[in-house]
């Protein structure tokens, strides 16, 4: 094979890969809805060099979002509302979708596209209330889950970034980035929303004694991490995904998901396969930004 056809080849394999993967987390019309949020000159509540902007944009978000899902569940009013309200396990496509979506548009979309989902968002949390099985009543609105939910996500986005993102960010745009993130929050209904990683850190802490396995959580982990909706030949690469999320969840939620904490073996093998992992889809998605 020439070395022209070995480009165009190469060419090939990295758009369908790409487009696969576009299709999975954006749909099948994340090629319109790209276009609707690159509009231009329209005003937008970051502008192009804020970090949220280079931290959302980074492939190290498949993992910052696969590691904030297994920690939200473990608050067992959040994971009740999830269990619930949610159809992760009958359409998961759909959710991430959805989640995608959201994100995009508060990141990077005109501020009209941006408020639309804020809007979006808190019509449903509104639907979403109960009693989780303790007996204990929630409601998705409840303030301090807002806040739960929202920190676990911005930690653990802010996590992954550092530790497999491209571009990791210095102090100042470590603490920019939660600056940006509560812009955000405060639309959602989060009150008092941290500003800075050492606020980030203390409003976790905070929560240290909510936070506990339940079944609820345990059906969410193994299914996140063991029985993911894929056909087998994808299921290679999603698990070197989960094994590279496993590595960036703190040591305290290990005992309540019932998963092992293994420096070492973390340390040299889980780190560098997700630094494979990022890269492939880096390669095969290259940032539009």
């Not at 276009?35 to 190290?60: C, G, K, Y």
């Not at 396990?89 to 979708?97: A, E, I, S, T």
């Not at 959602?188 to 976790?204: F, I, N, T």
């Not at 999603?238 to 092992?260: E, K, V």
Request: with cysteine.
């Amino acid at each position: 094979m020439s070395r022209s056809a070995l480009d165009d080849a190469l060419v090939a394999v990295r758009e369908n890969i790409g487009r696969a993967l576009r299709d999975r987390v954006a749909g099948p019309d994340g090629e319109t809805r790209m276009m609707q949020l690159m509009e231009p000159n329209a005003p937008r509540w970051f502008t192009e060099d804020r970090p949220i902007r280079r931290v959302h944009a980074d492939a190290s978000m498949f993992i910052g979002g696969l590691r904030a899902l297994l920690v939200q569940s473990l608050h067992p009013l959040a994971m009740a509302g999830v269990a619930q309200h949610s159809d992760y396990r009958n359409d998961p496509w759909g959710r991430l979708q959805r989640t995608a979506d959201f994100l995009a548009a508060t990141s990077f979309g005109p501020s009209s596209e941006a408020q639309r989902a804020v809007d979006t968002v808190n019509r449903v949390h509104e639907r979403v209330n109960g009693v989780a099985s303790d007996g204990r009543p929630y409601s998705a609105r409840d303030p301090h889950l807002l806040r739960w939910v929202h920190i676990v996500e911005i930690d653990s986005f802010l996590v992954a970034h550092q530790r497999f993102g491209e571009f990791p960010l210095d102090d100042v745009g470590c603490d920019d980035y939660v600056k940006d993130a509560a812009v955000i929050a405060r639309k959602l209904g989060v009150p008092a929303p941290p500003e800075s990683v050492r606020a980030l850190r203390d409003q976790l802490a905070s929560y240290r004694a909510e936070i506990r396995g339940t079944k609820e959580s345990r059906d969410a982990m193994r299914y996140l991490l063991l029985e993911p909706p894929l056909p087998p030949v994808a299921r290679a690469a999603y698990s070197l995904l989960a094994a590279a999320t496993i590595s960036t969840l703190p040591r305290w939620s290990r005992q309540h998901l019932q998963l092992p904490y293994l420096p070492v073996t973390e340390r040299l093998a889980l780190r560098p396969l997700g630094d494979a992992i990022t890269r492939a889809v880096r390669w095969a998605m290259p940032s539009r930004q």
